[in-house]
């Protein structure tokens, strides 16, 4: 039996895995306070307990090593794919559908309506109540 690549670009036998790039615990290095503060505020976190800033930090340090991972595979005379399976396209038939002339069958399913146009509800606004609209 001949096995196929899903994608002609790829190989049929692996290379590597997914889980051979990620990071064992005792293989990522934990990032210091500079990195994890840098990283907080562009998550707009606070972590101000200090268990919890190590745990970020470790979690954050086996993210970055997985990057790494991933950079150091090769990927020399591979073409760009956006998905591993080979594109299928399924094309629906182009028929032309009949067009609504008609004023009032586009306004039929319309909760409310005045004259030919629809009338949209009004505006509500955030911290308002029901009571100070009606006045």
Request: neutral net charge; proline residues 7%.
């Amino acid at each position: 039996m001949i096995r196929r690549a899903l994608h002609p670009a790829l190989q049929v036998q692996a290379s590597w895995s997914v889980r051979s790039l990620l990071p064992t615990h005792a293989a990522a290095e934990p990032v210091d306070d500079a990195v994890l503060d840098r990283v907080c505020a562009a998550a707009m976190l606070r972590p101000s307990d200090a268990a919890l800033r190590s745990g970020l930090r470790a979690r954050i340090g086996r993210f970055l090593q997985f990057v790494q991972n991933v950079r150091s595979v090769p990927t020399a005379n591979v073409e760009p794919l956006c998905t591993l399976a080979e594109p299928r396209q399924q094309l629906r038939a182009d028929t032309a559908l009949a067009a609504m002339d008609s004023t009032d069958a586009i306004l039929s399913n319309a909760p409310e309506k005045v004259q030919s146009f629809l009338v949209a509800p009004k505006e509500q606004h955030f911290g308002e109540s029901v009571v100070e609209q009606e006045r």
